[in-house]
């Protein structure tokens, strides 16, 4: 007799992330369901997904362990297996067999009409790079936008199709994400299947953010970081790489990885994520014929303050650039104003010197 496995209830609206019992984060705790009932074994089963920063991840079969009058015999008994400092029988939970269910994906014109530099976080980044930066960024990388100003992080695979695209709002001035209710991540898949344009059994399964570039560039080395923010940014700085995005700390997968076949990868993971990322470079390697290696650049050069707030490639860069433009203030002779005029176009600081103009 087989008993349906235990699982973490899938993402379908914010009604699906909890509170995490550990942290106290609103909408972090994912909840895991019973196999047959498909309601929550207890309040405090589940995962954190604030990984890093949290860790707190309580399974079903440690509960059972805890608990052990939550275990219900099955009528006839079938128990099998046991744990050795307890003698708690545990029931054999075998995995089912499904057939394969196609990967889900997503019209291609929907890319095209969200295609806008109208989003707020990209109005963060003309603060920092060139129009010709963010031009090739927003163009490579297919960037989208909602009409609330929403940046649309589309997620195209290296055969070109469109698996979902990640919605999330920025703080246009800071260019940190809005992390209360308003600005949660929301997906394209979840939306358009609330309108019926996708059917209610999607089979969403995630590529890496600019997985696409490796068809378009195939002798390009590989870069993979951990946000979508942080491969824009980074692609900004060093276009010589193919920047693609994990999208969380547990983002980098054997799945995801296939596409990775023949290329030569370099992975930068977040302060915090070094151990983890190093554990699955190891698992790639055994798996693709791929040559990779991980880089020590955060680990080598973070201060504690850093650590501790789990800092990126994309914030050590941003840091610098203000640094940068900070020092170029203080030492420029013009308002900042018309500073600002002779970065973005070199030909008046030669007018002003050859007229020998003066700002008044």
Same mark, same amino acid.
Request: proline letters at 6%; glycine letters at 6%; a positive charge.
């Given at each position: ?9 899938? &993402?379908?609206?914010k ?7 550990a ?6 705790f ?6 047959? /009932?498909?309601? !929550? ?5 589940g ?8 860790g ?6 440690? &509960? ?7 275990? /219900? !015999? ?21 995995k089912?067999?499904? !057939?394969p ?11 095209e009409?969200? #295609?806008?530099?109208k989003?707020n ?17 927003? =163009? ?6 909602t009409n ?27 260019? %940190? ?7 949660? *991540?929301?997906?394209?898949?979840? @939306?358009l299947?609330?309108?019926?344009a ?6 969403l ?6 997985e696409h570039?490796?068809?378009? &560039?195939?002798?390009?080395?590989? $870069? *993979?970081?951990?946000?979508e923010?942080? $491969?824009?940014?980074?692609?900004c700085?060093?276009?010589?790489l ?16 296939? $596409?990775?076949k ?8 977040d ?6 990322w190093?554990?699955?470079?190891t ?5 693709y014929?791929?040559? *990779? ?11 504690d #303050?850093?650590?501790? %707030? ?9 840091i =610098?650039?203000k640094?940068? @433009? /900070? @020092? ?11 500073q600002s005029?002779?970065?973005?176009n070199k030909? *008046? ?12």
């Amino acid at each position: 007799m087989h008993y349906p496995q235990p699982y973490l209830q899938p &993402y379908k609206g914010k009604a699906t992330r909890h509170t995490c019992p550990a942290c106290e984060t609103k909408q972090s705790f994912t909840l895991y369901l019973d196999g047959n /009932t498909h309601e !929550p074994i207890n309040s405090k089963v589940g995962k954190c997904n604030r990984e890093s920063k949290c860790g707190y991840h309580y399974t079903p079969k440690q &509960y059972f362990i805890d608990n052990p009058s939550s275990l /219900t !015999p099955p009528l006839g008994g079938g128990w099998v297996g046991s744990h050795a400092s307890s003698n708690i029988l545990i029931p054999s939970i075998p995995k089912s067999i499904e !057939p394969p269910h196609p990967i889900g994906t997503i019209p291609f014109r929907f890319v095209e009409k969200s #295609a806008s530099y109208k989003s707020n976080f990209v109005r963060f980044l003309f603060d920092h790079f060139s129009d010709d930066q963010i031009r090739s960024a927003a =163009e490579n990388y297919a960037l989208g936008a909602t009409n609330s100003k929403e940046v649309i992080f589309w997620q195209i695979d290296i055969h070109g199709k469109v698996r979902t695209g990640k919605i999330m709002q920025y703080n246009p001035e800071t260019g %940190n994400r809005i992390k209360h209710q308003s600005g949660a *991540i929301d997906w394209v898949h979840n @939306k358009l299947k609330k309108t019926g344009a996708l059917p209610e059994d999607f089979n969403l399964q995630q590529c890496f953010f600019g997985e696409h570039l490796l068809a378009i &560039y195939p002798n390009k080395p590989v $870069a *993979i970081v951990e946000s979508e923010k942080t $491969a824009i940014i980074a692609s900004c700085i060093v276009p010589d790489l193919i920047w693609l995005a994990a999208g969380n700390i547990n983002g980098l997968s054997i799945e995801k990885c296939q $596409a990775l076949k023949d290329r030569d990868i370099i992975l930068y993971p977040d302060l915090g994520a070094f151990e983890k990322w190093s554990l699955k470079k190891t698992e790639v390697l055994k798996k693709y014929n791929c040559r *990779i290696s991980i880089s020590t650049l955060l680990e080598d050069e973070a201060i504690d #303050a850093e650590r501790a %707030n789990g800092l990126d490639v994309a914030d050590f860069i941003v840091i =610098e650039l203000k640094s940068k @433009k /900070t @020092k170029l203030e203080i030492q420029s002779k013009f308002s900042p104003m018309l500073q600002s005029m002779i970065e973005r176009n070199k030909s *008046i600081l030669i007018l002003i010197n050859g007229l020998v103009l003066e700002e008044i």
